[in-house]
């Protein structure tokens, strides 16, 4: 009797650890690594060993974090931003978690290097250093210069992708440089409410910076309602025609468009995903063509829905539903 296939998988160590490590963000990962680069410095020019400072006893350990705290300075002496030594504790926190199994933060054994943590906040506040800088939302006016603007000329494959690009970073709330790349064509849906109202939807949630995989329950907030009162500017009309008009051997939702592309055409784009830069500066090529009163970046279009949504008298919590933040101070 021939043996039945096996059931389950059979994974290396290895592999178990490649899932561990692909659960955070890019990000995130990158934040780690700063810290901990941050960190060996300071062992260098304290003349310590790096990794005899890491294997220390809690004591010990707490210690020499409670100094790092207060004598932490950037490269040109100065002091660091509150925004900045809270992800440098962070990558800390984080580091030590996967190397030795134990949290700098909020375990009671690193009580005094917390409260010289904290004391440094304190002292960043009284020296101005404690503010954070938001992106600022798109001016009204410059909003309606960009919508008039040939950036937008939807009879053009460029033009279309822009109108396409803006309404879908503003509805929802796309953080600047966030899975764009990743973006493909079956993540978006499009279907109607019970009273037949078209809107675009997520078809399938992204990781992100606040929608991570670890809650069954959160979810990318946002629809993208049809305007038939104004149907040249219709978010879901401008949608279809893109959607439509995509090169169908490639899955990418940002292609590259044709340089030759006429309005008769069927497929305005090339077998090609659009370069990185080309998407990342979207927003910044497109407020300068439209002549905006200053450059904005992508995140300013997620910024300007969250402005929106404030102003209109919608309650915090559902705007977090939608921007995915977990505080009403982020």
């Not at 493909?184 to 992204?206: C, H, I, M, N, P």
Request: charged share 30%; aromatic share 8%; net charge neutral.
């Amino acid at each position: 009797m021939a043996s039945s296939a096996s059931r389950f998988a059979e994974l290396s160590t290895e592999d178990l650890d490649c899932i561990l490590d692909n659960k955070d963000a890019i990000g995130t990962k990158n934040v780690i690594q700063k810290s901990v680069n941050v960190f060996r410095k300071y062992c260098e020019e304290k003349k310590m060993e790096f990794d005899d400072i890491v294997q220390l006893e809690y004591p010990e350990l707490c210690a020499t974090l409670s100094r790092y705290y207060a004598e932490l300075r950037k490269a040109d002496g100065d002091l660091y931003a509150k925004k900045s030594m809270q992800s440098l504790r962070y990558g800390l926190q984080r580091y030590f978690e996967k190397e030795r199994g134990i949290d700098i933060v909020n375990d009671a054994a690193f009580k005094d290097a917390n409260t010289m943590f904290k004391s440094m906040l304190v002292k960043l506040k009284q020296e101005g250093k404690a503010s954070v800088q938001h992106k600022s939302p798109i001016h009204e006016g410059d909003m309606e210069k960009i919508q008039r603007s040939s950036a937008l000329d939807q009879t053009t494959a460029r033009g279309l992708q822009n109108k396409v690009f803006v309404d879908i970073m503003v509805y929802f709330c796309n953080r600047g440089r966030e899975n764009l790349r990743e973006m493909t064509k079956l993540d978006f849906a499009v279907e109607q409410d019970a009273e037949g109202e078209k809107y675009v939807k997520f078809s399938r949630d992204k990781m992100t910076k606040n929608h991570r995989g670890d809650d069954d329950e959160q979810s990318q907030g946002g629809l993208m309602y049809s305007t038939p009162q104004n149907p040249d500017t219709c978010p879901v009309r401008s949608f279809e025609r893109y959607i439509a008009a995509l090169n169908p051997k490639c899955n990418a939702l940002w292609q590259k468009p044709k340089a030759s592309a006429r309005i008769v055409d069927d497929i305005w784009f090339d077998n090609v995903p659009l370069g990185k830069n080309k998407l990342y500066n979207k927003t910044k090529d497109i407020s300068i063509e439209a002549g905006c009163s200053k450059v904005y970046t992508n995140h300013c279009l997620r910024a300007t829905n969250l402005t929106t949504l404030d102003t209109a008298g919608f309650e915090a919590r559902d705007i977090m539903s939608v921007s995915g933040h977990h505080s009403e101070a982020s």
